[in-house]
């Protein structure tokens, strides 16, 4: 029993950097922005969320200079991407590179440093329920406020003119163009909220994660958010069970080289990356009947005056 | 003020030309910005990184045999990237080619086997790059699945199949427990050209291998529907070219590039097989492609200048105590402005100021 929870409270642990990320990048992608940066925006925010929470003592602190970071990070590639009619994917690899540079600069002063980590939730009596008590009243700030941000996301999407108008963006952008939409601003809004949202799934990491920062400790999550935002077709809720599943995945291959099952432990290191391979390959199969990205992802827009 | 792009009525070739220069001029000019921010004397970094490396013989060696897996690498990505196929896993092709090529000199190792292990190290090295990179690609044209995400995460997948190899079946049982393999043999290791030098045969290679994509590129069909279909895919499809098989043909052939600088870095200037033996080659590769603007001379030269770069920056952590990452920072903020740039070739840049354009009534 015990076990269980412990396994049921590392997943979501292990799910929510990427649930927070791919959040991000799903509005951006719905806007018809292939951001291919999360990456770098990650660590970025990574770097100054620990930053910011060793120099102030404060979590939230430090999580909002992961925020800001991710966002500034983001502001590039939109100067870029739109500003300047970039190619996106390219772009996105320099934001990568860059971050990954910037994030090795800022962070070399505190390698080795600790802080206390995120406080738990905890209400007498519920959070002391077997089984469920700690996994639905005992987790730390950013696993709930990745589930309503996923929920505040869909209501956007779904629910509102404005969010409407962004998936219009994201279809069609010479219609939307056409309707009198400002869809560079838009898009660029789009994109300062994926990078807010990196940025903010950087900082969980050294903040709530493990109570340290080591440069590279993204280790491929930005990716694999890329790669959840596929695997959901751009729906949410989707998202939520694929950002899950491949936080099952990472805490299974953890455990089974704790009990010593007798695969070396690189193999067993190498699934989430084998995983998304797979489940990317499978996916793409099963949609014949034509894709449900958003129709104008990664094109480039320079309205005419 | 707005800042707007207005398409030019056809590509500006001076801006061809220059804006690599342009891109190099900026980036400086921001590094200056970035050192005297991290207390540095700008100048004298700059001299460190620019200028020191190319001052005496064994650094201007040194940067050839750093250019070597660069510029090899770069000139199949750029194939690739020139038929609109986005092969940025070539790190892991590097390394499966390291890894495929050692395991002849691996096997090898103390028995009297002849001159030909080098040569098969050399192919078997090419072969596997080769077939690692048609994983994407497959994946990409019978499926459909983005070959960014799958060539990318069969990176870390290779990154940890070697650094099992090395720490396990093949690891030197008189390496004091360090993950290596044992030295090669001198049949397993690439020449040097000059006897106590750094350069090595590999520099001629890559030389070939440029001047073999100039002519595929400029002097054959294949190379000119590799462009067409990059550049007019529609335009292609009229002329019965066939985009898929492009896919998986640039993919293999860059593939088949990055083994071979894989096993050539392995055998060549580290001698033997150890986890981190490419400092990030095959993604500072995608840099050199751009910044070459995907043409092979053109990518010789950057392959040079990047390479500088990396001797420079170990030379100015060295002498000035400037932290590594300063070279990946100025990589990225080089690949920036270069495709900033490029932008300049197809756009013109203007700067609108909307409130005299109501006053005029034209918006």
Redesign the interface.
């Known amino acids: 029993m015990e076990l269980i929870e412990a396994i049921i409270l590392a997943v979501l642990a292990a799910s929510t950097p990427l649930l927070i990320a791919a959040t991000g990048e799903l509005v951006t992608e719905r806007s018809g922005v292939l951001n291919?940066g999360v990456e770098g925006m990650m660590i970025v925010g990574a770097a100054c969320g620990f930053a910011g929470a060793w120099l102030t003592g404060s979590i939230f602190i430090g999580a909002l200079f992961g925020i800001i970071a991710g966002t500034l990070m983001s502001l590039?590639f939109a100067l870029?991407a739109l500003?300047?009619?970039?190619?996106q994917?390219?772009?996105g690899?320099?934001?990568t590179?860059?971050?990954?540079?910037?994030s090795?600069?800022i962070g070399?002063g505190f390698v080795g440093e600790r802080i206390t980590p995120a406080m738990h939730l905890y209400i007498p009596g519920l959070t002391d329920i077997p089984l469920i008590g700690r996994v639905l009243f005992g987790e730390d700030a950013f696993v709930y406020f990745s589930l309503a941000l996923i929920i505040g996301v869909w209501w956007f999407l779904y629910r509102t003119r404005p969010g409407l108008i962004l998936r219009a963006c994201g279809d069609n952008h010479v219609s939307a163009h056409a309707l009198g939409y400002p869809v560079l601003r838009i898009r660029t809004f789009a994109v300062m909220f994926g990078g807010a949202c990196a940025g903010l799934a950087g900082a969980y990491l050294p903040l709530a994660y493990t109570p340290f920062f080591i440069p590279g400790m993204t280790?491929?999550r930005g990716?694999i958010a890329?790669?959840l935002v596929?695997f959901s077709s751009w729906r949410p809720g989707r998202l939520v069970v694929g950002a899950y599943l491949f936080g099952a995945v990472t805490i299974l291959q953890l455990h089974a080289q704790g009990w010593g099952v007798g695969i070396?432990s690189?193999?067993m290191?190498?699934l989430p990356?084998?995983a998304?391979?797979i489940v990317?390959?499978l996916?793409?199969?099963a949609?014949t009947g034509g894709?449900t990205a958003p129709a104008a992802l990664g094109t480039v827009f320079?309205p005419d005056? | 003020m707005q800042?707007?792009?207005e398409?030019r009525a056809e590509r500006s070739n001076t801006i061809a030309l220059v804006s690599p220069l342009i891109a190099i001029g900026l980036t400086i000019a921001t590094m200056i910005v970035l050192f005297a921010i991290l207390g540095k004397n700008p100048l004298l970094a700059l001299h460190a990184y620019f200028i020191a490396p190319l001052t005496d013989g064994y650094s201007l060696q040194e940067i050839a045999v750093k250019a070597t897996p660069l510029v090899m690498i770069a000139i199949g990505l750029s194939l690739c990237y020139l038929a609109n196929a986005?092969n940025?896993g070539a790190e892991g092709q590097f390394l499966i080619g390291a890894v495929a090529g050692s395991w002849i000199a691996v096997k090898t190792q103390g028995t009297d086997a002849g001159a030909w292990v080098l040569p098969a190290m050399l192919v078997l090295a090419a072969a596997a790059g080769a077939l690692y990179a048609l994983?994407p690609a497959i994946?990409k044209v019978?499926?459909?699945?983005?070959e960014?995400?799958?060539s990318?995460?069969?990176v870390?997948?290779a990154d940890?199949?070697l650094?099992?190899l090395v720490?396990?079946p093949w690891r030197d049982p008189h390496g004091f427990n360090f993950p290596t393999t044992a030295e090669f043999d001198p049949v397993a290791t690439v020449p040097l050209l000059i006897e106590g030098g750094r350069l090595h045969l590999g520099s001629i290679i890559a030389l070939l291998v440029v001047a073999a994509a100039a002519i595929l590129l400029g002097r054959t069909i294949k190379g000119f529907e590799i462009r067409v279909v990059g550049a007019a895919p529609r335009a292609a499809r009229f002329g019965g070219f066939n985009a898929n098989q492009l896919v998986i043909l640039t993919f293999a052939v860059s593939g088949a590039l990055a083994g071979l600088a894989g096993i050539i870095e392995v055998a060549g200037p580290v001698g033997h097989l150890q986890p981190g033996i490419s400092p990030g080659y095959g993604?500072t590769a995608?840099?050199v492609a751009?910044l070459g603007r995907l043409n092979p001379l053109g990518i010789l030269i950057a392959g040079l200048f990047l390479a500088l770069t990396f001797i420079g920056g170990e030379q100015a952590q060295i002498a000035m105590k400037i932290?590594?990452?300063?070279?990946?920072?100025?990589?990225?903020?080089l690949?920036?402005y270069v495709?900033?740039c490029?932008?300049l070739i197809?756009?013109r840049?203007k700067l609108v100021f909307p409130n005299r354009q109501v006053a005029r009534g034209t918006h």
């Open positions: 291919l590039v870029m500003g300047l009619a970039v190619n994917v390219a772009t690899l320099a934001l590179i860059l971050g990954i540079g910037l090795g600069l070399a280790a491929g990716w890329l790669a596929v070396p690189q193999f290191s190498a990356y084998l998304t391979v990317l390959v996916l793409s199969r949609r894709s320079v005056r | 800042l707007v792009l398409k986005w940025i994983i994946c019978k499926f459909g699945a983005s960014i995400l799958t990318l995460m069969l870390y997948v940890l199949f650094d099992y720490r396990g993604f995608i840099i751009f932290p590594l990452d300063v070279t990946k920072v100025f990589q990225g903020i690949l920036f495709l900033a490029d932008s197809l756009y840049f």
